[in-house]
């Protein structure tokens, strides 16, 4: 064999595992790239999907209650895998929801006040989130209250 055809063969395998291996670094980072859009995605469908169904509730007669969770006509909603509980602040006017761990941004919904139901937070089970909604008159003022399912 000559020394040529040798040192040929040497480059075209150094050259085909440096190919393999970019392969696998970028197709790594998509896949990552992918769930963590994905991820976004459902926080900005859980976002939409709450704040109108505060806003489904709210203009619903006094009295009106909706039940989100596993067995009754609304599904509770989904969250983010990372999700663990959901949580709201009230320091002046609307409700301020945010997620826990707070790796997205929190928002705020018109006319929603917490239940003394439960803390501050509510736990997530399954990347469901599960809650009862009442339509409610609170010091001549149409409000929707938050509860939690136990």
């Known amino acids: 064999m ?9 480059f075209m395998y150094i050259f085909a595992i440096i190919v393999i291996a970019l392969i696998l670094v970028f197709g ?4 990552y790239n992918f769930d963590k859009t994905k ?13 109108n169904a505060v806003e489904n509730v709210y203009t619903k007669n006094v009295g ?3 039940v989100y969770s596993v067995g009754s006509s609304n599904s509770p909603l989904q969250v983010p895998s990372s999700t663990q509980n959901i949580c709201f602040d009230e320091p002046e006017g609307d409700l301020k929801v945010r997620l ?6 929190f928002f705020s919904v018109e006319h929603l006040r ?16 599960s809650f009862k909604l009442i ?3 609170e010091n001549n003022e149409i409000v929707v209250k938050i509860h939690k399912i136990t």
């Open 114 to 129: 917490t239940s003394n139901t439960f803390g501050d937070c509510i736990q997530i089970k399954n990347q469901k989130f």
């Open 39 to 51: 991820q976004q995605a459902i926080y900005i469908q859980f976002k939409t999907d709450f704040i």
């Open 2 to 10: 000559k020394k040529g055809v040798l040192t040929t063969e040497t």
């Open 28 to 31: 790594a980072r998509t896949i």
């Open 64 to 66: 009106t209650t909706i």
């Open 100 to 105: 826990d761990p707070p790796k997205y941004s």
């Open 135 to 137: 339509n409610e008159l």
